[in-house]
């Protein structure tokens, strides 16, 4: 999966999009749109198991109550920028409202999200937030924007409006679009995301092993903080926090779940996962 590219809210698109394709007209979109809510993956400090923010990611909420993820759905959103902008906006109330009173209780907390660059750059933005009543948490917002998205004329555009409305910003599925190092100075980022596709490969591949090692490095002279995704084993973590990772997000820790559970979580933290340090103490 190195060449792919995630479509909006975290998910990697379908080889065949049309394939994927689910047939429902433009008022069922507008009626399943309406019942999506908000799930949150932890991203936890390597150091220490706190918890030290959440990637916010859609769910749909089927007539019968049970829950899905965006595959599907979201190519057909995707297809009309209204639709796009209706789902961001319930998406945005949906963090508010259920995610709100956590980003009050933890001031450090934060919450990312994948917000399309055409929403990013577009005067819309700072309305669907003010509207949705995220904006009062406005520099507890990191936008996630793909390696690929970030790299165009239009990406860079985006994230030079974005920035200034007090937004952070994240590289998402970074290792993927082959990027140079040279392209990334200047870009006004706050984290690199690296993709799964380059830590499934770790103490496997002594490549992959090194890349990382560059990838830190890279990281630590533009001062950006380094985030490993779909991080699945403590072997793994293990390995990214002796490499200089700051923090991971992955099914080690916890899938994405709702907000009550991510307070249970936030509260709780992953001490037992950096157990590790003690271990090797001894
Ligand atoms: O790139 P982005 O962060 O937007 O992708 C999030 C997606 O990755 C979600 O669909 C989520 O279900 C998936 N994901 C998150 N953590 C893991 C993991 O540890 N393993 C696997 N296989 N998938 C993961
Ligand atoms: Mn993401």
Request: glycine share 8%; hydrophobic share 40%; proline share 5%.
């Amino acid at each position: 999966m190195t060449n792919r590219e995630r479509n909006l809210f975290g998910r990697p698109p379908a080889r065949n999009r049309s394939a994927n394709r689910v047939n429902l007209t433009s008022t069922d979109i507008r009626a399943v749109i309406e019942r999506s809510t908000a799930y949150f993956q932890p991203i936890v400090d390597l150091n220490t198991g706190q918890v030290l923010g959440a990637e916010t990611l859609v769910r749909f909420v089927d007539s019968d109550g049970t829950l899905r993820g965006p595959g599907g759905i979201i190519e057909r959103i995707e297809e009309n920028s209204d639709d796009l902008e209706a789902l961001t906006w319930r998406l945005f109330r949906s963090m508010a409202e259920n995610a709100g009173p956590l980003l009050d209780r933890h001031r450090g907390f934060y919450l990312s999200a994948n917000v399309p660059p055409v929403l990013l750059a577009s005067p819309r933005l700072k309305h669907i937030l003010d509207d949705s009543r995220l904006a009062r948490y406005i520099d507890r917002l990191v936008c996630e924007i793909t390696e690929r998205q970030a790299l165009t004329d239009a990406g860079r555009e985006a994230l030079a409006i974005a920035r200034p409305l007090g937004l952070r910003i994240a590289m998402d599925d970074f290792g993927t679009g082959q990027s140079g190092l040279k392209q990334l100075i200047g870009l006004p980022l706050d984290f690199l995301k690296i993709d799964k596709s380059e830590i499934d490969p770790l103490m496997k591949d002594p490549t992959a092993d090194r890349l990382l090692r560059g990838v830190v490095a890279l990281a630590a002279a533009l001062r950006v903080k380094v985030i490993a995704e779909g991080v699945e084993t403590r072997e793994q973590a293990f390995f990214l926090h002796a490499a200089g990772v700051d923090a991971g997000q992955g099914w080690l820790w916890s899938k994405a779940v709702p907000p009550g559970e991510l307070e249970r979580l936030v509260t709780s933290g992953f001490s037992e996962q950096t157990r590790w340090k003690e271990e090797s103490r001894a």
